[in-house]
């Protein structure tokens, strides 16, 4: 297949398209807005046919997404930092119902409203659990416009596989960046009632053929409640058992590990090359799901043989930091490279804090 040169947010658009999303209900919000431009053309082509919204709200957005995944199909909303945020309530009403669909966050800088420019302070937000109550969502981040497609078809499938929505957490360099990529083709994706027999497909009250379809995120009873939770989290067990994606990067002989992930990691992958150019062995984990997030492989790295130093760089306070730490469990020294809000960290600035590491070993 030919390479196409495409923009990030139109990329993450086409992709959703190709992989059977027929629902977009979204608004406006630099630096993702391009997404839902896209869609309010594309959703209305021939080959498509599908529905586009724009809706007077995120919050509107997000229950709208909510309704749609009711009926079985893939549904879709994206959006940007603080529009994230205004969704959150309806993110764990989607949970507690267990309704598949996707959410694209392109990050921006904050607290609050913050810049217009790329950030990564949402991974508390997207790992922790944004809203209320014990819930998960599956987080892609990639690191480049060819990976945001290819986790769009990866998001849709785990969400229909697990009933639980899924979020690509993609800076906002990745939205706005133009890369050679390759598109998957065309999947026509229909509704099959007996692979979801859970989604209110239609009933005939004339002719009654099994339940109707009963979805709520609303459990009064202390009990069933419990019932909800035991079957939520025993999900998210085996997610984390089966659907953990990293990439280990220059680990053979590796004296430092980097953490890193989206557009971060790329600059770290440059600096990497410079220093093995140089004969200073540096790896790098990449973590591409942040949920469920490597444990064992950022734990393994860190005590392989000849590792001395693991170097955390992220574009925020340290918020990956946390389940770095507990992946290491105290068996290795780590430090942290990172600048909040908007500011990248340079090609400069991280290989001279791992030059100072290699110096104090």
Same mark, same amino acid.
């Given at each position: 297949?030919?390479?196409?040169?495409?923009?990030?947010?139109?990329?993450?658009?086409?992709?959703?398209?190709?992989?059977?999303?027929?629902?977009?209900?979204?608004?406006?919000?630099?630096?993702?807005?391009?997404?839902?431009?896209?869609?309010?053309?594309?959703?209305?082509?021939?080959?498509?046919?599908?529905?586009?919204?724009?809706?007077?709200?995120?919050?509107?957005?997000?229950?709208?997404?909510?309704?749609?995944?009711?009926?079985?199909?893939?549904?879709?909303?994206?959006?940007?930092?603080?529009?994230?945020?205004?969704?959150?309530?309806?993110?764990?009403?989607?949970?507690?119902?267990?309704?598949?669909?996707?959410?694209?966050?392109?990050?921006?800088?904050?607290?609050?409203?913050?810049?217009?420019?790329?950030?990564?302070?949402?991974?508390?937000?997207?790992?922790?659990?944004?809203?209320?109550?014990?819930?998960?969502?599956?987080?892609?981040?990639?690191?480049?416009?060819?990976?945001?497609?290819?986790?769009?078809?990866?998001?849709?499938?785990?969400?229909?596989?697990?009933?639980?929505?899924?979020?690509?957490?993609?800076?906002?360099?990745?939205?706005?960046?133009?890369?050679?990529?390759?598109?998957?083709?065309?999947?026509?994706?229909?509704?099959?009632?007996?692979?979801?027999?859970?989604?209110?497909?239609?009933?005939?009250?004339?002719?009654?053929?099994?339940?109707?379809?009963?979805?709520?995120?609303?459990?009064?009873?202390?009990?069933? &409640? +419990? !019932?909800?939770?035991?079957?939520? *989290?025993?999900?998210?067990? %085996?997610?984390? @058992?089966?659907?953990?994606?990293?990439?280990?990067?220059?680990?053979?002989?590796?004296?430092?590990?980097?953490?890193?992930?989206?557009?971060?990691?790329?600059?770290?992958?440059?600096?990497?090359?410079?220093?093995?150019?140089?004969?200073?062995?540096?790896?790098?984990?990449?973590?591409?799901?942040?949920?469920?997030?490597?444990?064992?492989?950022?734990?393994?790295?860190?005590?392989?043989?000849?590792?001395?130093?693991? &170097? +955390? !760089?992220?574009?925020?306070?340290? *918020?990956?930091?946390?389940? %770095?730490?507990? @992946?290491?469990?105290?068996?290795?020294?780590?430090?942290?490279?990172?600048?909040?809000?908007?500011?990248?960290?340079?090609?400069?600035?991280?290989?001279?804090?791992?030059?100072?590491?290699?110096?104090?070993?």
């Amino acid at each position: 297949m030919a390479k196409k040169l495409m923009k990030g947010s139109e990329a993450i658009a086409e992709a959703a398209i190709r992989n059977g999303c027929r629902f977009f209900f979204g608004y406006p919000i630099t630096p993702q807005t391009e997404i839902p431009e896209y869609f309010s053309e594309r959703m209305f082509e021939e080959d498509v046919k599908g529905c586009f919204l724009q809706a007077e709200s995120e919050v509107s957005a997000i229950n709208m997404v909510y309704g749609a995944a009711t009926t079985g199909v893939r549904a879709m909303t994206s959006s940007s930092s603080p529009g994230i945020s205004l969704k959150q309530e309806g993110i764990s009403s989607l949970c507690a119902a267990e309704l598949p669909c996707v959410i694209v966050n392109v990050m921006r800088g904050g607290p609050g409203i913050g810049s217009i420019q790329a950030g990564q302070g949402d991974y508390y937000q997207a790992v922790k659990g944004g809203g209320h109550g014990d819930y998960h969502l599956i987080v892609f981040a990639p690191s480049s416009v060819q990976e945001a497609i290819d986790c769009m078809g990866k998001a849709f499938d785990l969400a229909d596989k697990y009933r639980t929505p899924a979020m690509i957490c993609a800076d906002g360099i990745i939205a706005q960046m133009m890369e050679p990529v390759e598109l998957p083709d065309m999947k026509e994706y229909k509704v099959d009632p007996a692979k979801k027999p859970w989604a209110a497909t239609g009933y005939d009250c004339k002719n009654p053929v099994g339940q109707r379809a009963d979805i709520t995120s609303l459990y009064v009873e202390t009990e069933e &409640l +419990d !019932v909800l939770h035991e079957r939520l *989290q025993g999900t998210y067990k %085996v997610i984390e @058992a089966n659907e953990v994606q990293f990439e280990a990067y220059n680990m053979e002989k590796a004296e430092i590990v980097v953490t890193a992930f989206g557009t971060v990691a790329r600059i770290a992958k440059s600096v990497i090359d410079e220093l093995e150019a140089q004969g200073i062995h540096v790896g790098m984990i990449r973590p591409i799901t942040l949920w469920p997030f490597p444990y064992d492989a950022v734990h393994q790295a860190a005590t392989q043989n000849g590792v001395k130093a693991v &170097l +955390d !760089v992220e574009m925020n306070a340290g *918020q990956m930091l946390d389940d %770095v730490k507990i @992946a290491v469990n105290g068996e290795q020294k780590i430090e942290f490279l990172g600048h909040c809000g908007s500011h990248l960290p340079t090609v400069e600035e991280i290989k001279a804090k791992i030059l100072a590491m290699k110096e104090g070993m």
